[in-house]
T-cell receptor, first 114, second 118 residues
């Protein structure tokens, strides 16, 4: 079985603050993939990043960065200098090599206050 | 227009009626998923199709729900005798999953069908 836990249901920050969204996953497979998706108020789901289990390098893309730690089964997402446009629900997801089905966390709603 | 297309975008139906939701995946995508998202909630897995393999129906909430997919093309999700609790956005996603090969392609989502059961 596979499971994704996003313990933070809602987070509010003031614009320009940094914020980290937590994601903890469970899988028995050694080959797996982790994803983050953004769902803005308009509703469409936007793919942000994919990471495979063999690559523990952290990744930075502009104001976004991801910290993948296999030792703690976590794949956390940090937004630096948050902006109002970052307000959305963010979903973490897992695809295990043997399971062939993407499992989503329950999402974290981020509100950036101007 | 190479994205995942869902129709209708909105559907209002009376309790007890049947509804059919359609999903056109991205051409060439072998995997197709249906998810349900109730207002303010997360994504609830319903069903997964992968190529010609038997679908994973483990997420279907009741026998009123069924889905079909012809080959690697269009899929339809049917809800029979709709109930008010079925009101939600139904999201379809497709991706390229090939066992042993390009296994990690992300899901591409459609814009969903908003179903309201009155």
């Amino acid at each position: 079985a596979q499971k994704v836990t996003q313990a933070q249901t809602e987070i509010s920050v003031v614009e320009k603050e940094d914020v980290t969204l937590d994601c903890v996953y469970e899988t028995r497979d050694t080959t797996y993939y982790l994803f983050w998706y953004k769902q803005p108020p308009s509703g469409e789901l936007v793919f942000l990043i994919r990471r495979n289990s063999f690559d523990e390098q952290n990744e930075i893309s502009g104001r976004y960065s991801w910290n993948f730690q296999k030792s703690t089964s976590s794949f956390n997402f940090t937004i630096t200098a948050s902006q109002v446009v970052d307000s959305a629900v963010y979903f973490c997801a897992l695809l295990s090599g043997g399971y062939q089905k993407v499992t989503f966390g329950t999402g974290t709603k981020l509100q950036v206050i101007p | 227009g190479a994205g995942v297309s869902q129709s209708p975008s909105n559907k209002v139906t009376e309790k007890g009626k049947d509804v059919e939701l359609r999903c056109d995946p991205i051409s060439g995508h072998t995997a197709l998923y249906w998810y349900r998202q109730r207002l303010g909630q997360g994504l609830e897995f319903l069903i997964y199709f992968q190529g010609n393999s038997a679908p994973d129906k483990s997420g279907l909430p009741s026998d009123r729900f069924s889905a079909e997919r012809t080959g690697e093309s269009v899929s339809t999700l049917t809800i029979q005798r709709t109930q008010q609790e079925d009101s939600a956005v139904y999201l379809c996603a497709s991706s390229l999953h090939r066992k042993g090969a390009d296994y990690n392609s992300p899901l591409h989502f459609g814009n969903g069908t908003r179903l309201t059961v009155t």
